[in-house]
């Protein structure tokens, strides 16, 4: 199995980015799919998570109406737009399998 995060970068306040989460060794299209922040000295939280179809989604307040997340079957891979980023989104973005499974991360950082 693997979980490849990437896209992260450093990003102005109002800025954008769009991360991805590409997927193998497991039915993806059968699991619902998360994206998670952890940021430096808080709990990891869990920012959005997608439905099966795609059609359903759920997203942290703090989220709303700024991130969307999106999800390509035939490439097993989840996204994260981004819109609007202040510094408090900073930190390890992560995603993870409805069956469990994790990648490492790929880190948003704030550039003043």
């Known amino acids: 199995v693997q979980v490849v995060e990437s896209g992260g970068g450093l990003v102005k306040p109002g800025g954008s980015l769009k991360l991805s989460c590409v997927t193998s060794?497991?039915?993806?299209?059968?699991?619902?799919m998360y994206w998670y922040r952890q940021s430096p000295g808080k709990a990891r939280e869990k920012i959005a998570r997608?439905?099966?179809?795609?059609?359903?989604?759920i997203y942290l307040w703090s989220a709303v109406g700024r991130f969307t997340i999106t999800r390509d079957d035939a490439k097993k891979t989840i996204y994260l737009e981004m819109n609007h980023l202040q510094p408090e989104d900073t930190g390890e973005y992560l995603c993870?399998?409805?069956?469990?499974?994790w990648g490492t991360g790929t880190q948003v950082t704030d550039s003043p």
């Open positions: 060794g497991f039915a993806f299209s059968m699991n619902e």
């Open positions: 997608i439905d099966t179809t795609g059609e359903s989604t």
């Open positions: 993870r399998s409805e069956g469990g499974y």
